[in-house]
């Protein structure tokens, strides 16, 4: 998915956007970047790194003792190389962006058939979007206007950062499906995606950006440069899976919804189990909920390893990934052995390496073990964020489940969406015969919307519903 901090002050910003970015590491894997510029000058320090084995912190800390400069823009990416440093009729600048673009084959098409269009080639052939997306900002006449006909262009979403000899532009993508969140302090303003990253660098909340608001970000403060519009479509996995327990989203606290989601799961049912466990680490703001609500004891049965094992998903290779989930998770027989435990978790997408996990479960010596999905039966593929390795929507246990009840691949009718239908309740029971689990049952939308609790006119369900 990707994650960047921005920040514009009137001393040497570097320590502030050195550990600023490094807050966003959760949404990436792939590649770091940071860039600076010191005020009305035009040398900018840029780096940028492969994190797939090495943490950010570690892979910059050299550089950070050659970086200066009062603005500076940093980024986590999951696919392409950031920042760009960019040289057009609007000056040197660079930039970072975040979403995902669905039509960069014909916007990079129509840059070709313009006199003199062209992009330097990556990956396979590729173009980076973030150089594409360069391209549409310098077709007009300033920032402003190049990044609204950025927007509006692109099919899918865009945030970014530019970082100018004059400050910081930072723009939230049209339908605000990700965070922009605006911190200041004495002397210093800051844009993040994380509001985590402000805590232990001072920074307080000012305002977050509303979707498709452009400001400039300098040492004196924020100036609106296009007010943006009024309908939002933020993406709910935000508060699911993807956000840090520390931030905040339009006011509403990614640990404290998880908790009221787990607690939302619980009151559905009164079963009998002895313990309630969360999958590290997602899953554990949502079991702690649903024990407080339902009187059971939360436990750490399984306690992972996190001083050397990277994240699970890190490797492009399934087999790898399946390796290091294995490899970080350790249980804990004696809190396992002779015990009927209900699992929390954000939520049930291939099944693969959670079917890993409840064999050793039951190879520890559990009588029962139950799980709780979050969030609603993964159902379609997100066509607004790069947030899923997933090739093709058959890779969604959910989808497969439906396909072969049903015969042949469908689109999921109505009632697999419904959690009282027969039809549901079947799908969750062929899915728990898969993964070798007692039972499985997902968490409710509504449940989860307001859990939620910013309203669902302002929340992308698409993955679950297809409604964006």
Sequence with gaps: MGGFFGVASKDDCITDLYYGTDYHSHLGTMRGGMASVNKGKLGFDRYIHDIRTTQFRSKFEDDVERMSGNYGIGVISDFDDQPLLIVSHLGKYSIVTVGRINNIKELAESAFNEKGG??????????????????LINSKENFTEGIRYAQDQIEGSCSLLILTK????????KYGRTPIV????????????????????????????????????????????????KEMKMCSFLWV???????????????????????KLAAQ????????????????????GYAAASGVPYRRTFVKYTPTWPRSFMPQNQNARNLVARMKLIPVT??????????????????????????????????????RAACPPLLFGCPYLNFSRSK????LIARRKINEMEGAEVEPPAEY???????????????????????????????????????????CTYCWNKKG
């Design 392 to 395: 093709s929507v058959l890779d």
């Design 118 to 135: 062209h992009f330097a080639e990556v990956t396979e052939g590729e173009v980076n979007p973030t150089e594409l997306v360069a391209s």
């Design 417 to 459: 969406l419904d959690p009282d239908s027969d039809k549901h309740k079947e799908m969750c029971r062929r899915i728990a015969e898969h993964l070798g689990i007692t039972s499985v049952k997902y968490q409710r939308l509504d449940d989860l919307l307001d859990a939620i609790g910013i309203g669902e006119e302002k929340l």
């Design 241 to 263: 899976y993807y956000g840090y327990p520390a931030s905040t989203y339009e006011g509403r606290n990614v640990e404290e919804s998880r908790n009221a989601c787990g607690a």
């Design 269 to 288: 049912e009164n079963i009998d189990v002895d313990t309630i466990c969360g999958i590290p680490d997602s899953g554990i703001g949502h079991g702690l």
């Design 334 to 371: 004696q809190l396992i052995k002779d015990r009927k435990l209900l699992f929390c978790e954000d939520s049930i997408v291939r099944g693969t390496q959670l079917r890993d996990n409840i064999k050793r479960v039951f190879e520890t010596g559990a009588k029962e073990v139950h799980m």
């Design 166 to 173: 004059d400050g910081v532009y930072a723009a939230r993508d």
């Design 182 to 229: 605006i911190g200041s302090k004495a002397g210093s303003f800051a844009a993040t995606m994380e509001s985590c990253s402000f805590f232990n660098l001072d920074y307080t909340h000012k305002k977050d950006l509303t979707p498709g608001e452009i400001v400039l970000m300098t040492e004196d403060g924020i100036e609106q440069l296009y007010a943006g519009g």
